[in-house]
């Protein structure tokens, strides 16, 4: 009997670990019935909380449209603006350099011209003034030689004098 005795209680217990199971498991799933509610209550709170947002960014999204494509059709204009307003101002920029090298060239050429007619009208003075001037000198050095000798006592002058005043005329 002892043995029967030990085998109910075995039983026994095996029994109400049995009935705990089930009580558990029947906890689970009482519980797990309630969490579909829940995530329907907390999904309907984000869907009333989100839809004012979303409804503001859409509102948002939709006014910014229309200003959107007018900045971008102004940019585009103004980008083909400067693309023309840039190459014109090559165009001038390339203009001023080519009349500046030809001014640049016509100034060097009249600096150079006047240096050769300075060069020329110093050699005309030279030839011109200086040449008549050094003739009349050597002219007036000869009146004078001759004045002097013959307001002067006649003195025997040497060689080496007469040919002296003879170069002064050649």
């Known amino acids: 009997m002892e043995q029967n005795t030990a085998l109910t209680v075995a039983v026994i217990l095996v029994a109400i670990a049995v009935l705990m199971q089930a009580g558990s498991m029947l906890g689970i799933w009482l519980t797990l019935r309630k969490i579909p509610g829940q995530i329907e209550s907390v999904r309907a ?5 989100l839809d004012p947002l979303t409804q503001s960014a ?3 999204v ?21 693309r023309d307003r840039t190459s014109n101002v090559d165009a001038v920029a390339a203009e001023l350099l080519e009349k500046s090298r030809q001014q640049i060239i016509r100034v060097d050429k009249m600096v150079s011209d006047l240096v050769e007619k300075v060069e020329t009208t110093a050699e005309a003075v030279q030839r011109g ?12 050095k000869g009146v004078r030689s001759g004045l002097e000798f013959l307001f002067s006592r006649r003195r025997v002058t040497n060689v080496s004098e007469a040919t002296q005043d003879e170069q002064l005329f050649i």
Not at 45 to 49: A, F
């Open 45 to 49: 709170d984000v869907k009333q909380r």
């Open 58 to 60: 859409l509102e948002i």
């Open 62 to 82: 939709n006014n910014s449209r229309e200003p959107l494509r007018n900045i971008t059709a102004n940019l585009s204009e103004i980008s083909t603006m400067l």
């Open 129 to 140: 003034v200086l040449g008549p001037i050094q003739e009349v000198s050597a002219v007036v």
